[in-house]
């Protein structure tokens, strides 16, 4: 039996990676694919967003959502099960996605894809990481990579690294394809110095592609065929391999210790709001000043039988009206995901107002 490909999409909150699928599902050429997503957060926005395509080759039934955390570390408890069930279907897929939180290392997950019952039906087609372009170029939440490593270089006893910056370097390093998204965010100069610096900072032979709003073919983003499971070994920190003469210990240290106390999230219901735009700006507001990084959900508006979709990585706030709410309750739930120490009471509170 020829064994199924799987995509692995990883990128950190917000770069992109549910625009990036939708997309490719509203353009996947007639090939049947299954979705495996996992959130962080507890609203299943993504998924709401990704059931709300309704192509006829990626129906409800074909979308999976784990959703006892992060992919990465409940991936005995909850990936291989949903994989199990996925695989022991009649009509299988052609291809499997599987959408990472925005916080999992991928690492780990590739790793699984070696378990006696998957690896025998499955193989990792390729790791797409999906960057958004605009933040990393202005470093918002992650270091830039050059940077980080220049700075290294000059003084070994600093710790540079935040838990943001490892992520990202993580999800770089594990890569077969770096999507730079949000380039209608940034100059052409802009793009092009990013995408050098991603060239430079990947392992050799990784394709690096921007784009914006996910805009793909799906020919370029499935059936690179690499077999991601046969060669982690590669996959490990980008520093490893170029600087190895640097501060070993402290790299090999945070493959093994992905905690998630250092983020949070939750999630703040209120009733309907009056004004879209005027409500954008407070939520614009409330993630300037607490520092939020990604905030999700949807709002009841008043008078208005459709359901406002609002989407915000860091202060830039997207809204849209996306379906009517149906026979679900008319009112607004927003999930708010930041590092840890966000003071969810006041932020409730600015939220509600
Ligand atoms: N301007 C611009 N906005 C984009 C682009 N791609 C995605 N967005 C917007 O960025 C926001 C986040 O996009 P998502 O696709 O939900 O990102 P994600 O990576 O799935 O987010 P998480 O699942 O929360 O990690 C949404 O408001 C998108 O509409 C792009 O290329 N340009």
Known sequence: MQKIPATVVTGFLGAGKTTLIRHMLENANGKRIALIINEFGDLGVDGDILKGCGDETCTEDDIMELSNGCICCTVADDFIPTMQKLLARENLPDHIVIETSGLALPQPLIRAFNWPEISTKVTVDGVITVVDGKAVSEGRFAHNVAAVDAQRKLDENLDHETPLSELFEDQIACADMIVVNKSDLLGDT????????????????????????????????????????????????????????????????????????????????????????????????????????????????????????????????????????????????????????????????????
């Open 190 to 353: 802009e793009t092009d110095a990013l995408v050098a610096t991603l060239k430079a900072d990947s392992r050799d032979g990784v394709q690096v592609v921007r784009t914006s709003m996910g805009k793909l073919p799906v020919d370029v983003l499935l059936g690179q065929g690499i077999g991601a499971e046969d060669d982690l070994d590669a996959r490990h920190e980008v520093h490893h391999l170029h600087h190895d003469h640097d501060d070993d210990h402290h790299h090999d240290d945070h493959h093994h210790e992905h905690s998630h106390d250092e983020f949070q999230s939750f999630v703040v219901t209120r009733g309907e709001i009056t004004d879209p735009k005027a409500f954008a700006e407070q939520v614009a507001n409330v993630i300037r000043t607490h520092d939020i990084l990604r905030l999700k959900g949807f709002a009841a508006v008043e008078g208005k039988p459709m359901r406002l979709t609002l989407q915000a990585v860091g202060p830039r706030v997207d809204t849209y009206f996306d379906r009517p709410f149906g026979s679900t309750a008319r009112e607004t739930r927003l999930v708010v995901i930041g590092q840890a120490g966000l003071d969810h009471a006041t932020i409730e509170a600015a939220l509600q107002a």
